[in-house]
């Protein structure tokens, strides 16, 4: 890969944005470089999290590339947000859990991404924005929709609308993150997390993210049926028969996603 790192590392895939002269920027290169990553790593069953970074001690993503944008004309450009569209999506639609190590700025596009992901650290030195209003357009890769549903309506318009930046601390306080850890200890701490849920039922995960993301966008009574029908598949899985055996015997589990 020439704009990203990626590797496995165990049940863990780390990728990194690799673009520290561009700001980590996602240009269509970049695009098709991750697109093509997390279709492989959908299929993968050795998988069982991933953890998104940037390059660098400042820049997690300043989003898309703006100087790239600057020579196309408007078909060009609604094609160049409509593949960042995808590939967000595309991280959200994963079946396992996506971790974001914020290692520094997460503006526009970069913010959107993190957003897709289902868990969200950062270090001390991240900032967070959606400056898109300050160039006479929007967020146009889901920050319009995932902002609102992680810190509230007033708080996410205030943002949108002003395009003010925000510091790791009041991140974490509005619950747009989870954790605000050092600079030094960031990529440690994704990786203590990933490791955590790795220890669980894989089969497990999956249908819990299921659920969750599919439930919350329904009313209750609908959410439950999708748990219901989500519980169900882990009923016949030799996973579920282990963990009982192993909590019999008093012993960790082993879970092999069958």
């Not at 002269?21 to 970049?30: C, E, H």
């Not at 859990?97 to 993190?114: D, F, R």
Request: charged content about 25%; overall charge neutral; some cysteine.
């Amino acid at each position: 890969m020439e704009y990203m790192d990626v590797s496995i590392k165990g049940h863990i895939a780390y990728l990194t944005l690799k673009r520290k002269g561009s700001a980590n920027a996602l240009s269509q290169a970049l695009l098709d470089e991750m697109m093509t990553v997390f279709q492989q790593w959908k299929f993968d069953p050795s998988i069982r999290t991933i953890i998104i970074t940037g390059d660098g001690d400042n820049v997690f993503c300043a989003g898309a590339d703006l100087k790239e944008r600057r020579d196309m004309n408007e078909t060009q450009v609604r094609q160049a947000v409509n593949k960042i569209r995808q590939t967000i999506q595309m991280v959200e639609d994963m079946p396992i859990p996506v971790i974001a190590a914020i290692n520094g700025s997460a503006i526009g596009g970069g913010l959107e991404l993190a957003l897709a992901c289902d868990l969200r650290l950062a270090s001390d030195q991240a900032k967070f924005a959606l400056t898109e209003t300050t160039l006479a357009i929007i967020p146009g890769a889901g920050g319009t929709q995932r902002l609102p549903r992680a810190i509230g309506t007033q708080r996410a318009k205030e943002m949108i609308y002003t395009g003010k930046r925000i510091t790791a601390e009041t991140a974490e306080s509005w619950g747009l993150i989870l954790k605000v850890v050092s600079q030094d200890s960031l990529l440690e701490e994704a990786t203590k997390l990933a490791n955590e849920i790795g220890q669980n039922g894989p089969i497990a995960i999956k249908q819990a993210k299921f659920a969750i993301n599919q439930g919350i966008e329904v009313d209750l009574k609908t959410g439950l049926s999708i748990e219901e029908k989500a519980y169900e598949l882990t009923i016949p899985t030799k996973d579920r028969k282990e963990g009982l055996t192993a909590f019999k015997e008093k012993r960790s589990p082993v879970y092999t996603g069958e």
